[in-house]
């Protein structure tokens, strides 16, 4: 599988970069989310829904995924070359990231023949959409404290607690979800057992909480006496912290396999440069100011550094001393440096910066403000950049635990 | 959007970099380099000479020239590892010397000197004056024709390295108005001319060079034509190398902090599991990672018209910037033994200091950089 004939590969690069140039529609006339985490209307979920079935059938996403899960049985280098041609042609983001980058690499890695068959082909298509159920009212960044109890009755588990934060949970299909099957067990973590739950039946409930946008994001999700069959348990019962530690790891892409495609799109440091250049101070461009521009190259030189550390990965030489120094880096690089060149790009648009998204006046229709405010899904979803620096430093820096 | 450079990594730069650690890991405990410190010369002569028989001296020589006929890509990793290990030796300068040669010599000045300086030779250059200037081109120092056909030099050189142990010193003057480099046989000059400099980091050597009343043959001007860029390349291999040599040491500086954060208590805790010290040392891990990245981008890249020089300076400025936090945070992470002078730490916080001073700090070169790119 690994061998790639150039001339084939050529030719399915061209074939997608046709096919993005001709299909994708950048202005469907509303906002788009700039990431999976703020679908908000049923019109942008429509859109985006509709959007990943179509690539998905055309055969740009999930192509090298085995074929007798749905997915297109070619070489990974397939894939990227079908991913560069949409990025080129800017199409949106896919919506279905929990499935497309966590859940289903990790049934390929971890999941039954059963689960396989069963869930894979509806999470390229868009048709199953996914959440994830770790986080709780109570237990956050503590994820192996969860308490939601899951009760094992017959060929069933009753399922009663809250999960929160609860991404596309209004949309969702099935969840995956981290519960507590023992509760006194010496280790916290020895209690918890990683489940594929169904979302639409009776007992589970979610209600949006709007977010610090003041759209609607995510959700709490209730459950009381949910009843998930037994089979649908990833990894054995009780086993489930190792399985939601592998699932971080996709998640924080420290682990590949995913579909491919991608979950968010952001400003870049030339998106900056054009706003100094239109924005003024003192009466000249604002890029003519020195400190203004000291902060560009700055940020040039991080965006080149995130840039050429994804690179590394490819030459192992260059990474021997602390092999996985670079994959558990990279969401912090890349987290911390988007919402630092947000919060100086509303600064550049002086008092501009005043003015939010739905005024006529606002500087790029409010972007760079809601793109800072958004940044923050980032640096706190998905394991808060403190958590990041504490895995780091344990992980891969060897040091005590805090 | 620009194209600032990528990654790529040579079969040569591999086994280079294979060597070049387990050679500089033997050849320069910290003992040893403390020793060096008090040492007049502040190198290891055999050293110098297993260095010279590994060939690393010739790698960037091309080959007709007595060299390998690498790049400077590959003289990356070695540097990288030296300094890694603080390993002294005039291997920078003559490296740069070598450089300052391809660039501007004539083609008789390459094929005498360039296979000497493969052979171990040491060779150093004398750029920096009192103007404090990183504009290699402001110079004050001058070189006049005499009626014997000879060049008379007149002015003060300084931060000259290595120049007490090397045999020529390839110094840049004023040549009827421009700038030109000349070569000065070290042997030729006065006893008087070079003094022994106080300079930040000592595991280094540097002089100030008098140029006052040195004559030279006229063959040791460089070719005039190329004086200038042959100013502009030693800038950028200067940067390259430096970023690498600080790339170095910010790992092993890094590593010395660890090794004290795992060990130390206080409150009855490993201090390294306080996250006001974890923090910050993964910080500087982080930008430690960058930081090598861009090295070896600015390696890859280097001959690339336009994206080598962006590239360099890159590396250089985040190198200085990494280097500096790293260390300055070891001297604070090791508490009142941190302020002490057996403490390693300090020996990496001059270090930094020193190669900002050389060939421009961050600021500088971001200042270069927003010329290029905005
Ligand atoms: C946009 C968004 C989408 C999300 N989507 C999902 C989802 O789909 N499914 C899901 O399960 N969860 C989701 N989350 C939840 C997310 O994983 C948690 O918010 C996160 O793990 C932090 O937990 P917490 O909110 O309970 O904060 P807490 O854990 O209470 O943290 C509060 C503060 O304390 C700091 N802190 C906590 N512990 C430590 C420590 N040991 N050392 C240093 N600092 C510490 C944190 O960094 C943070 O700043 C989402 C969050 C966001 C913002």
Redesign the pocket.
């Known amino acids: 599988m690994t061998d790639v004939d150039p001339k084939d590969l050529h030719a399915f690069a061209e074939a997608a970069d046709a096919w993005f140039k001709e299909n994708v529609n950048r202005d469907p006339g509303f906002m788009l989310p700039l990431t999976f985490?703020e679908v908000g209307t049923d019109q942008q979920f429509d859109f985006l829904q509709t959007w990943q079935n179509k690539v998905y059938e055309a055969g740009y996403l999930g192509a090298a995924w085995p074929k007798e899960y749905g997915g297109g049985g070619l070489p990974q280098a397939f894939q990227t070359e079908a991913t560069k041609a949409m990025r080129r042609h800017g199409g949106p983001i896919f919506l279905n990231a929990?499935g497309l980058n966590w859940t289903g690499p990790l049934l390929l890695d971890m999941g039954s023949e059963a689960q396989r068959a069963k869930y894979l082909k509806g999470i390229l298509s868009a048709e199953d959409i996914w959440?994830?159920?770790?986080?709780e009212p109570d237990?956050?960044?503590?994820?192996g404290n969860a308490q939601t109890r899951a009760v094992r009755d017959g060929e069933h588990y009753v399922v009663t607690g809250s999960?929160?934060?609860?991404?596309?949970?209004k949309y969702a299909r099935y969840m995956i979800l981290l519960a507590r099957t023992e509760a006194d067990t010496s280790r916290k973590y020895d209690g918890l057992t990683f489940f594929l739950a169904p979302m639409k039946i009776d007992g589970v409930e979610t209600r949006p909480i709007r977010?610090l946008t003041g759209e609607h994001?995510?959700t709490q999700t209730f459950f009381r006496e949910a009843r998930i069959p037994a089979d649908e348990i990833v990894g054995v019962e009780g086993g489930g912290w190792k399985v939601a530690m592998r699932t971080l790891e996709y998640e924080r892409g420290a682990r590949g396999g995913q579909a491919g495609g991608y979950v968010s799109v952001g400003s870049n440091a030339w998106d900056v440069l054009d706003l100094a250049r239109k924005m003024t101070r003192g009466s000249k461009p604002a890029l003519e100011d020195p400190a203004t521009r000291a902060k560009m190259i700055d940020f040039m030189i991080d965006i080149q550094s995130n840039a050429l550390c994804g690179q590394r990965a490819a030459f192992s030489p260059l990474n021997t001393d602390r092999p996985t120094g670079l994959a558990l880096s990279s969401k912090l690089m890349h987290t911390d440096f988007a919402q630092r060149m947000n919060a100086f790009a509303i600064g550049l648009t002086g008092p501009g910066g005043g003015y939010y998204v739905g005024d006529p006046n606002a500087v790029d229709g409010g972007w760079w403000t809601r793109s800072y405010l958004n940044s923050?899904?980032a640096t706190?979803?998905?394991?808060?950049?403190?958590?990041q620096r504490?895995i780091i430093g344990e992980h891969v820096l060897g040091l005590p635990k805090? | 959007m620009q194209d600032l450079g990528r990654l790529g990594f040579s079969e040569d730069q591999g086994s280079l970099l294979e060597v070049a650690t387990s050679f500089c890991a033997k050849r320069s405990p910290i003992a040893r380099v403390r020793q060096l410190i008090e040492d007049e010369t502040g190198h290891d002569a055999e050293v110098w000479r297993e260095i010279v028989e590994l060939g690393w001296l010739g790698i960037a020589i091309p080959e007709a020239y007595g060299g390998a006929g690498l790049a400077l890509a590959e003289v990356v990793p070695v540097m990288e590892q030296m300094g890694r290990y603080l390993l002294a030796g005039p291997f920078y300068s003559t490296t740069l010397a070598a450089q300052a040669l391809v660039a501007g010599g004539t083609e008789d000045q390459k094929r005498t000197l360039l296979p000497r300086l493969a052979e171990g030779a040491i060779a150093t250059l004398a750029l920096c004056e009192a103007s404090g200037d990183w504009d290699l081109t402001n110079i004050a120092c001058t070189a006049t024709a005499t009626a014997g056909g000879n060049l008379k030099l007149a002015g003060t050189k300084q931060l000259v390295s290595d120049a007490a142990v090397a045999s020529t010193i390839i110094a840049s003057v004023l040549h009827a108005g421009r700038p030109a480099l000349v070569m000065i046989d070290r042997a030729s000059l006065a006893p008087d001319a070079l003094r022994r400099e106080v300079i930040v980091d000592e595991t280094k050597r540097a002089c100030e060079l008098c140029l006052d009343g040195v004559e030279i043959p006229a063959a040791n001007l460089l070719d005039p034509s190329r004086a200038e860029a042959a100013l502009a390349h030693i800038h950028l291999v200067a940067n390259l190398l430096a970023a690498a040599e600080m790339c170095g040491g910010t790992q092993s500086v890094i590593d010395y902090t660890l090794d004290y954060l795992k060990t130390r208590v206080q409150f009855g805790k490993l201090i390294g599991s306080y996250?006001a010290l974890k923090h910050p040392i993964v910080d500087a891990y982080v930008s430690y990672e960058q930081t090598r990245s861009h090295v070896y981008s600015a390696a890859h890249c280097f001959c690339e018209q336009g994206i080598g020089e962006i590239a360099t300076r890159m590396a250089k400025a985040q190198a200085d910037t990494t280097l500096s936090f790293a260390a300055d945070r070891a001297i604070q992470f090791h508490g009142g033994f941190g302020f002490t002078y057996d403490c390693d730490a300090q020996l990496y916080r001059r270090r930094a200091i020193w190669h900002a001073s050389q060939y421009g700090d961050a600021a500088w070169h971001k200042e270069k950089l927003a010329d290029l790119l905005l």
């Open positions: 985490m929990i959440c994830q159920g770790f986080s237990n956050g960044s503590d994820l999960k929160i934060w609860t991404t596309l949970g977010k994001g995510f923050f899904s706190i979803g998905g394991g808060t950049s403190q958590i504490n805090s | 996250q």
